[in-house]
């Protein structure tokens, strides 16, 4: 079976494609999108854009589409960058000096990746949908150079202070929200 992943990311397109050799699954092939896609994400959740980026893919192909909706939400800035963390600066690095600034002032350093995946079926219906989350904490300096985005500054709960990118592949993906959201979609896909 071939699914279209809805994204423009080729970081979220590596990282699931690892994911689902892991799982040992064989009989689904997902596939990038025409050049053309290029949704507006304008929902004010991580569901509601993920189900945005499926439609305009299945708009698109007509085909099963996947898409993957994620980002880093900091307690003691109310949430943010949230559904904005791509949109945050302009490099990943400027993003990473502007969260390190923002969260300076404050003890409370608890954050979690968060990434909601929707997968819609050949007539654009929501067949399925789930939000995963890891929880964690911002470092006060960045450290490996593993992942993408802002893992070099994401210390993960129970990793005895190592940040999302001095982790392997193998085990950003055991804990990762992303990882936890497309092992849901693969189990629903297998039954
Ligand atoms: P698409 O919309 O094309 O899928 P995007 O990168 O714009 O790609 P999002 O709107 O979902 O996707 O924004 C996700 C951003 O959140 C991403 O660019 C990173 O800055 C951050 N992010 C998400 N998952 C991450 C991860 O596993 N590690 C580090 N940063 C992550």
Redesign the pocket.
């Known amino acids: 079976m071939k699914i279209v992943f809805?994204?423009?990311?080729p970081?979220?397109l590596k990282?699931l494609n690892e994911i689902v050799k892991s799982f040992g699954v064989n009989d689904i092939e997902f596939i990038l999108p025409p050049e053309s896609f290029d949704?507006i994400?304008d929902g004010l959740t991580?569901e509601e854009?993920?189900l945005i980026?499926a439609k305009e893919a299945n708009r698109l192909t007509g085909m099963y589409s996947l898409?993957?909706?994620?980002?880093?939400c900091v307690e003691a800035l109310d949430g943010a960058?949230g559904?904005y963390?791509?949109?945050?600066a302009q490099t990943?690095q400027a993003?990473i000096d502007k969260l390190l600034e923002a969260v300076k002032p404050y003890n409370n350093r608890k954050a979690k990746?968060v990434?909601s995946m929707t997968l819609v079926d050949e007539d654009g219906k929501t067949a399925f949908s789930y939000t995963g989350e890891?929880l964690g904490e911002i470092s006060k300096i960045q450290a490996g150079t593993g992942?993408?985005?802002?893992?070099p500054v994401?210390l993960v709960d129970g990793k005895n202070g190592l940040t999302?990118a001095e982790l392997s592949d193998e085990e950003?993906n055991a804990v990762?929200?992303?990882g936890k959201a497309l092992r849901k979609v693969l189990e629903f896909l297998e039954k």
């Open positions: 809805a994204t423009s990311n970081h979220k990282e949704p994400e991580f854009n993920s980026k898409a993957d909706d994620s980002g880093l960058p559904i963390s791509a949109r945050y990943p993003r990746f990434c890891c992942g993408f985005g802002y893992d994401f999302m950003k990762s929200h992303r």
